[in-house]
């Protein structure tokens, strides 16, 4: 699936699911170069930054940049401003780690960034992380094969309202992840309201 990422209008965002603290890592590998050295990933900043010298670390080895979850318009805007600067992005729409490696339903800010700066969304599944690091567990890395299946481009239509992208969006991860999953959590995409989500725009 890596010509997908070479194939694809630049910027893009890439999608991965999140089962393990295991999966940035392999994600911002799984990234052919040149493409990785423009591709910043959007990290937790209640997670990664509430210690500045850790937060620096991680922005210097990963590129990465905090983001506020729940954080309304604030929390997209410099997102915004990385994708108009030519910047790809990684960004978790689940926003927390699954429990058991089910795609959990994404929040809206892909499908805003999406739709507002016109850039193609890849969509990429990554299976063995959660029994490498499980969530819960700090230390005790467990040695295993991990799976990175990653799918086509994805480009949201004008016109398209903001949860039917996301929608759209969470439709496609889940296509990835159901060969890979027991069938007993494979989960039918749930029906989603068609209004625009409030966003503050302060």
């Known amino acids: 699936g890596v010509e997908h990422l ?21 994600v911002y590998h799984a990234i052919p170069p040149p493409l990785r050295w423009r591709t910043a990933i959007a990290a937790a900043a209640d997670r990664f930054y509430r210690v500045w010298w850790k937060g620096a670390r991680f922005s210097l080895t990963l590129n990465a940049f905090p983001i506020e979850r729940g954080g309304g318009r604030r929390a997209l805007d410099y997102a915004g401003e ?7 992005l990684i960004v978790y729409p689940e926003g927390h780690r699954s429990r058991n490696g089910e795609v959990q339903p994404f929040h809206h800010g892909v499908s805003i ?30 040695p295993g094969p991990v799976t990175v299946a990653i799918g086509e481009p994805v480009l949201l239509e ?45």
Do not use: C, F
Request: hydrophobic letters at 40%.
């Open 158 to 202: 004008p016109g398209l309202s903001v949860p039917e992208g996301t929608a759209k969006l969470e439709q496609s991860l889940r296509a990835l992840a159901d060969p890979l999953l027991p069938e007993e959590i494979r989960v039918p995409p749930q029906p989603v309201e068609t209004r625009e989500p409030v966003v503050s725009r302060t």
């Open 82 to 88: 990385l994708l108009d600067k030519g910047w790809s």
């Open 113 to 142: 960034l999406a739709l507002e700066h016109r850039v193609p969304v890849v969509p990429m599944y990554v299976h063995g992380t959660r029994q490498i690091l499980p969530p819960g567990v700090r230390h005790a890395v467990t």
């Open 6 to 26: 070479l194939s694809a209008p630049k910027p893009l965002i890439v999608i991965p699911n999140h089962a393990s603290h295991v999966d940035t890592g392999v």
